[in-house]
């Protein structure tokens, strides 16, 4: 009778057991360490939400992304590919943010998120395709300058990112204050690619190479300020011409991609240091 009943108690014990172990979830502990929590102002009171939003920063991803793939195709000397993959990302990182206002989705997550993925896209990425190139054919020409210049770029491009996240709420955002990321990296590529599609892997285009990436590099942590075209409302009426300029973009980029876009990125620089040459000028005159 009483092995009966300790039968039977075991029998109920271990039924037991098994219930909470099926109710009993083995992530949760997991999940509840892993969770992002941020802590917000709503109506005027902090509170904590959890989670982050899924749109932008999967643009934010798809940029990153691109910007490891352009990594990757400069390892295997496929330059053109690396190029493409970094004007990709240019693309990728200029969505993710208007896609965080348009759905009133901004995070200080998805924020920070976009820097590093920035990091890796306009920093550490067209510094890699540029030496990559500079290396090509096994030739060492440059010595020690090839990647004193191309941590030149580097440094430039976080120093400028670490800038611009602690000036964000204090600048003019009709100007940026040095030359963007995004168009250093813009400029790089650009001269990697092409150099790939005209073949100009002679030691002159390799140093020119290298200074280009060197003052990209200083020109991102410069005072120097580039129109930022935020204040342009695209919803406004703008005249005939301007359609008629950007079918005409569409047409040379479409033709010439590489020297299209060159041209562009290279102009907008140039057209920022002139202005920044003429207004020091100006100054040092009315001294």
């Known amino acids: 009778m009483t092995d009966d009943r300790q039968e039977a108690d075991d029998a109920n014990s271990s039924h037991k057991s098994h219930k909470c172990g099926r109710s009993r979830d083995p992530f949760k502990e997991f999940r509840d ?27 934010t991803t798809m940029a990153l992304f691109s910007g490891f793939f352009a990594v ?6 496929d330059f053109i590919s690396a190029a493409i ?39 550490l990425a067209p510094a890699v395709v540029a030496f990559s190139w500079m290396q090509l054919g096994g030739v060492n020409e440059l010595g020690k300058f090839g990647w004193i210049c191309a941590f030149i770029y580097v440094a430039g491009a976080a120093l400028r990112l ?42 002159p285009a390799r140093v020119v190479l290298a200074l280009v990436v060197a003052v990209s590099g200083i020109l991102m942590v410069s005072n120097i300020g580039f129109y930022s075209f935020k204040k342009i409302d695209i919803r406004n009426p703008v005249p005939f011409v301007v359609l008629l300029a950007i079918v005409v973009l ?7 991609p590489s020297v299209t876009l060159l041209l562009i990125f290279g102009g907008y620089t140039g057209v920022g240091v002139v202005l920044a040459a003429f207004r020091l000028l100006r100054s040092a005159r009315s001294e």
């Not at 360490?33 to 643009?59: A, C, T």
Request: contains cysteine; aromatic residues 10%.
């Open 85 to 123: 993959a970094i004007f990709l990302s240019m693309v990728l990182d200029g969505l993710d943010g208007r896609v965080a206002r348009m759905t009133n989705t901004q995070s200080a997550f998805g924020a920070e998120y976009d820097s590093l993925a920035d990091m890796l896209s306009f920093g």
């Open 33 to 59: 360490d892993s969770e992002v929590v941020e802590e917000i102002i709503e109506d005027g009171q902090p509170i904590r939400r959890r989670g982050i939003y899924l749109l932008p920063n999967l643009f």
């Open 162 to 203: 670490a800038r611009f996240n602690v000036q964000l709420s204090v600048v003019d955002k009709a100007w940026f204050v040095g030359l963007p990321s995004p168009t250093a990296a813009a400029l790089v590529a650009g001269c990697v690619w092409v150099m790939t599609d005209f073949d100009m892997a002679s030691f």
């Open 72 to 77: 990757i195709s400069a390892l295997n000397h």
């Open 250 to 256: 569409i047409v040379l980029i479409w033709a010439k």
